[in-house]
């Protein structure tokens, strides 16, 4: 009897706390006028207050100290340096670029305004590799926004270009609260890109993204996704976000980091750090999947088109792949198309 007195008081201090903390979560708003360049929207379609993204604990296979990184990437002489008194208490958003992409660097820029990134407390940051040939410092003269690191831009080297920047931001004392890492091919919507940082910027332990809470292991070699025992031995790669579009607690900065030293490397960057580096912190997994678009092919991309009209909350990240079949007109049309659904009343 007592047992069951005890588990019943336990529940209602539960749901007790459950009650309080939603109803005391600040309601969303967004003042259309100070965040740039896009229309007021018909509805927003975002969640309410009380809806909580689905939440994963992290599963999966023993986390491994080796293979280590081979080498610890640098600053070259052409990169930006981070100005640590500007990251307090701010959401900074990095942007994994690659160093020949300029046009995407421009068309981001020119969506992620000024005026939006003020009215978020936000900074904007690209990150390169290096290519012998070319050269960025007369785009930082211009717009000062690019962190370069010394390795060299490919594919395989995409977790280095993580190092580099987990490490570069994590020299500083005071981290960020809030920091959101997307591809360079990812469209994202700023209504509901507001709606994020306000919901989470207060967190603590937890990283928000499309979860794969069991990710499979593809040891077909002739896959992109070709993974040898020796990069990887398990047979199923645990809880791990895509890497397209992530947002993470500031205080998991110097987690990453300093488990950098004692978690194995791999080439997929994503489940690098989403899930080798989170290492033994426990932290939520918040899944964001409804928010997401991420297709392969054209065809798919015409399905998903088809169904987003039933879809009941905002597309915020999307990228349209492959990225031959999409030049940059077709893929802006495309993604405003899907700020229209986004923007329209069920
Ligand atoms: C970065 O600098 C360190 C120390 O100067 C050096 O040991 C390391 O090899 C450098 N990294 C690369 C990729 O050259
Ligand atoms: C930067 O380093 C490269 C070699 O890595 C050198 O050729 C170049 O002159 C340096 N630039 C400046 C501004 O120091
Ligand atoms: C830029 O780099 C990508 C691969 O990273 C390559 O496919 C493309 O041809 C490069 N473009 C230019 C203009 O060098
Ligand atoms: C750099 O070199 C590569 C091949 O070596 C070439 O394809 C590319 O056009 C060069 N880029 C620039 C900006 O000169
Ligand atoms: C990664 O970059 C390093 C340093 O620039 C280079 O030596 C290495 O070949 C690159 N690795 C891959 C897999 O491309």
């Known amino acids: 009897m007592k047992t069951v007195y005890r588990i019943f008081l336990v529940v209602v201090i539960v749901v007790f706390c459950l009650v309080f903390t939603i109803s005391t979560l600040p309601e969303f708003s967004i003042k259309f006028g100070a965040t740039g360049a896009f229309e007021a929207a018909a ?85 390169v590799g290096s290519r012998t040939n070319i050269t960025i410092s007369s785009e930082n003269q211009k717009y000062g926004d690019i962190l370069q690191s010394d390795i060299d831009e490919t594919y395989h080297n995409i977790s280095y270009k993580a190092i580099f920047w987990i490490k570069e931001f994590s020299k500083c004392e005071e981290t960020p609260n809030l920091i959101i890492k997307l591809d360079d091919d990812v469209h994202v919507d700023l209504i509901g890109l507001t709606f994020l ?11 928000a993204c499309r979860v794969f809470p069991h990710g499979t292991v593809v040891r ?19 809880t791990y976000c895509q890497g397209m579009a992530y947002l993470f607690s500031g205080n998991l900065l110097k987690t990453f980091s ?15 750090v989403t899930r ?11 899944s964001l ?36 079949s999409y030049p940059m007109d077709k893929r802006k049309q495309i993604w405003s198309e899907i700020i229209s659904n986004n923007n329209q009343c069920r």
């Open 197 to 207: 940082i306000q919901r989470y910027s207060k967190q603590d332990d937890f990283i």
């Open 220 to 238: 077909n070699p002739l896959s992109k996704w070709y993974l040898s025992k020796k990069e990887y031995k398990y047979n199923d790669l645990g």
């Open 43 to 127: 509805c927003l379609n975002l969640p309410p207050n009380q809806h909580v993204h689905p939440v994963f604990l992290a599963q999966g296979p023993k986390l491994e100290k080796y293979p280590q990184p081979i080498y610890l990437p640098n600053k070259t002489n052409q990169s930006i340096s981070i100005n640590c008194k500007y990251l307090r208490q701010k959401t900074v958003i990095v942007i994994h670029s690659d160093i020949n992409d300029t046009n995407w660097r421009d068309y981001q820029r020119s969506l992620v305004s000024k005026d939006w990134l003020n009215y978020n407390n936000a900074i904007l940051y690209f990150v």
């Open 276 to 286: 080798s580096l989170v290492g033994d912190q426990k932290i939520s997994y918040y």
């Open 289 to 324: 999947d409804q928010h997401m678009l991420s297709t392969n092919s054209e065809n798919e991309l015409k399905q998903r088109l088809l169904n987003l009209k039933h879809k009941k909350f905002r597309t915020i990240f999307a990228h349209f792949r492959p990225s031959q």
């Open 258 to 272: 300093s488990n950098i030293a004692k978690r194995q490397i791999l080439w997929m960057d994503d489940w690098y």
